[in-house]
């Protein structure tokens, strides 16, 4: 069946450093692909989404690009924050509207 | 609007009592689903709905009930808590037109059961 890997958190990085969130998927078809953010204490809330191959969403400096070659939808960001620590999921749309979620990537930013 | 919200935000129970998480949005969404979230598990399924009077199982539906009378409100039923349903349950909702899967969570509920 359908399916979503993550790379493992955490991830530590310094403020301004590069990010990378690993991701890649298994599915049949093209499903649409999204990022999701959790903030501490909160609710996930939609963080960008592609719906077809070689799409890219993008949000608060957040990019990610549909590549249907290496099924992957990798989660990047050029310069981070304290602000963007928070755990990250990347999901791809399945059948009755339901998402197929990754694991989860907490994401630490330190000062 | 209020989005989606839940209450309790938090609970304690002894094994084998009964509650209900309360869940509701009031953005006219078709589609509901609870989820619980465990530390290095990600998010599983509980149960959801696809409209008033339709529910199904998920992932993860033993030891949980809901039903859906109105398009608003979606609650989850715990029959007999057991310690391992100790977990934070977020509800959530989808449907605004042209979106069919940006999904919007309440705030969650934390439940411990003892």
């Known amino acids: 069946g359908d399916s979503v890997t993550q790379m493992e958190g955490p991830v530590t990085l310094s403020e301004e450093a590069f990010l990378t969130i690993n991701c890649t998927y298994t599915a049949t078809g093209y499903p649409s692909l999204f990022w999701y953010v959790q903030y501490p204490g909160e609710g996930l809330q939609l963080l960008l989404k592609a719906t077809k191959a070689d799409d890219k969403g993008s949000n608060k400096g957040f990019e990610a690009t549909y590549r249907k070659e290496t099924t992957s939808f990798h989660l990047e960001k050029g310069s981070v924050q304290v602000s963007d620590s928070a755990v990250y999921f990347c999901?791809?749309?399945?059948?009755?509207?339901?998402?197929?979620w990754g694991a989860g990537t907490k994401l630490i930013i330190k000062p | 609007n209020a989005g989606v919200t839940q209450t309790p935000k938090f609970q304690v129970l002894k094994t084998g009592q009964s509650m209900t998480l309360q869940c509701a949005q009031d953005m006219n969404h078709e589609y509901m689903s609870w989820y619980r979230q465990d530390p290095g598990m990600g998010l599983r399924l509980i149960h959801y709905s696809v409209g008033a009077g339709i529910t199904d199982q998920g992932e993860v539906p033993n030891g949980y009930n809901v039903s859906r009378s109105t398009t608003e409100d979606f609650p989850l039923r715990l029959l007999s808590a057991a310690p391992s349903q100790t977990s934070v349950y977020f509800c959530?909702?989808?449907?605004?037109?042209?979106?069919?899967?940006?999904?919007?969570f309440g705030p969650g509920t934390r439940l411990t059961v003892t």
């Open positions: 959530a909702s989808t449907g605004s037109p042209g979106q069919p899967y940006e999904q919007y």
């Open positions: 999901a791809l749309g399945g059948s009755n509207y339901q998402l197929i």
